[in-house]
């Protein structure tokens, strides 16, 4: 009868039954996919903030506060700035040219028609991208989920965790889909806004006020050597310049953009960014305060910082768990697990609808009736996530370092096609292909054989810049280089841009 279990439970039964309520909303694929296009604009809003911000938003960014003090708080600017130019420049036009385009359903399906490709090989390529970093980043949603339950059931082990972690999310995102996760997305939201602002309150309150909390920050600087206090100290130009390109995988990101597609109108699209910028900024501030704070509190409880286990990515769970009622802490550390499951719902629906949609209906059976394709889809979400668990299966991953790797390859392939396809009508199907595969191969290639041996060797400076920064350069570059080489579009393809973006600008 611990209280924890008792509200961690009621949770997880209150997202299955919006599962259970979303499979009797779902009667085709369409809205299995995108829920019908019916999304108002707080749900856009929270679904789409929720969908962004995983585990790594209770746990990746805190610990890395707590670990290098606010210069690594360039992550929440940079995410900031890129998630309003994403808002701003993408989420309207976008709304409106999948819609020109066949009525398009998935990213790899716009592409293959907002171009006029004949051949599948731009359907294939944008899958294929999608499949191998979502697989790696619904992996980041699984280890953030097993550190959870091992933190709250001892003795657990992490395969046990694991599984139980990612049970549910698999469970309502199978029975469904889009609508499931949009829906359950909201709630997620809201408990996740709740914890990150109550937490970082009652960490100050406990630690007793602004001087005591300086104080204690101070002592421990002058013990290790570390100025903890501002954003500019213990880094380096390129270091910001990394932290912050964070905001640049926005614009590439297939389960946010899956929100803007599925909005009801554009117009709708601006509520939604008001109230997503909103919910934003607070999510962020409070989640940098967590780690900041966190510094002050184990500085003056030195003898509490064992509840940590030794990893710094669990520091919401100990302060949670240390200063709230455990009925209250149960409703706090759901939060975390509502991260979790809104993003890796929505990775999972994403991974689904690539295979269902652009490799199933597109070459295996095109006549395929819309149930046949809603239970392909089913399937499709449990195949996905046994790859992913599997992924996830080394206890020591880390997830603000799985996250990191998939968000570059999804900003750097996709984040430039996306952007100069609802802005550019000279962009062609060369240019396209081209960009996303360059975006792609720059970012494993920049990771694997640029910055980790630079890293390994104790290197510093541009070598060990942030992935996503040469590989969003190569894909944009190669883009406009590549398109200007070609023939223009096709006047059909230059026309129906035209009048998509002619209807975009009537419908603000």
């Known amino acids: ?37 019916s999304l108002g604009p707080f ?25 290098s003090g606010l210069s690594e708080a360039w992550i929440a600017i940079g995410l900031t700035i890129g998630a309003y130019f994403n808002w701003l420049l993408v989420a309207g036009r976008l709304r409106i040219h999948t819609e020109y385009n066949n009525n398009a359903l998935t990213l790899p399906e716009y592409f293959h028609h907002r171009f006029g490709g004949n051949g599948k090989v731009m359907k294939v390529i944008s899958a294929s991208i999608i499949l191998f970093f979502f697989t790696i980043y619904c992996a980041s949603g699984i280890v953030a989920g097993a550190t959870l339950f091992q933190s709250l059931f001892p003795g657990m082990s992490y395969t046990q965790a694991m599984w139980l972690g990612a049970g549910a999310t698999i469970a309502y995102t199978f029975i469904g889909g889009f609508l499931a996760v949009s829906w359950t997305d909201t709630v997620q939201a809201t408990l996740m806004i709740f914890a990150l602002i109550l937490t970082p309150i009652m960490v100050y309150l406990a630690i007793g006020g602004a001087d005591q909390m300086n104080a204690a920050i101070q002592s421990i600087a002058q013990g290790n050597g ?84 030794g990893n710094h990515e669990r520091i919401f769970i100990a302060l949670a768990s240390l200063l709230f009622n455990p009925w209250i802490a149960g409703v706090i550390l759901s939060a975390i697990l509502a991260a979790v499951m809104s ?50 299966s080394d206890p020591e991953s880390k997830v603000l ?33 081209a960009g996303m595969i360059a975006g792609a191969l720059t970012v ?57 973006n002619s209807d975009y600008h009537a419908a603000r």
Request: hydrophobic residues 55%; proline residues 3%; glycine residues 10%.
């Open 43 to 67: 749900v856009t809003a929270m679904s789409a903030g929720a969908s962004d911000m995983s585990g790594w938003l209770l746990m990746g960014l805190p610990g890395a506060i707590y670990l």
């Open 343 to 392: 993003t890796l719902s929505c990775q999972l629906l994403v991974c689904s609808s690539a295979i269902t949609e652009d490799f199933y209906k597109g070459f295996l059976r095109p006549n395929a009736t819309q149930n046949e394709l809603v239970w392909v889809g089913r399937i499709m979400v449990l195949a996905i996530a046994v790859i992913s668990i599997l992924i996830a």
């Open 401 to 433: 370092g799985l996250v990191s790797y998939a968000w570059a390859g999804f900003g750097a392939a996709f984040g430039p096609v996306v952007i100069l396809s609802v802005l550019w009508k000279r962009m062609t199907a060369g240019g396209a292909l």
């Open 444 to 500: 494993v290639a920049w990771a694997e054989w640029v910055k980790k041996p630079a890293l390994a060797a104790q290197q510093s400076g541009l070598l060990t810049m942030y992935e996503i920064v040469p590989g969003f350069i190569a894909c944009w570059l190669v883009v406009v280089m590549v398109s200007l080489a070609n023939k223009e579009p096709s006047q059909e393809v230059q026309e129906r841009f035209e009048k998509a």
């Open 1 to 37: 009868m611990n209280p924890m279990y008792i509200t961690f439970g009621v949770y997880l039964i209150a997202v299955l039954l919006i599962g259970l309520a979303a499979y009797f909303s779902t009667r085709n694929f369409d809205d299995y996919i995108l829920g019908g296009r």
């Open 226 to 309: 570390k100025e903890y206090g501002s954003l500019f100290a213990g880094t380096t130009l390129i270091g910001i310049i990394s932290t912050a390109a964070w905001g640049l995988g926005y614009f590439g990101q297939p389960h946010i953009l899956a929100r803007f597609m599925a909005a009801e109108n554009v117009k709708s699209l601006v509520s939604a960014r008001r109230i997503g910028m909103s919910w934003m900024i607070l999510c962020l501030g409070g989640a940098v305060a967590v780690g900041y704070f966190g510094i002050a509190y184990f500085g003056a409880h030195p003898e509490q910082v064992g509840t940590m286990q």
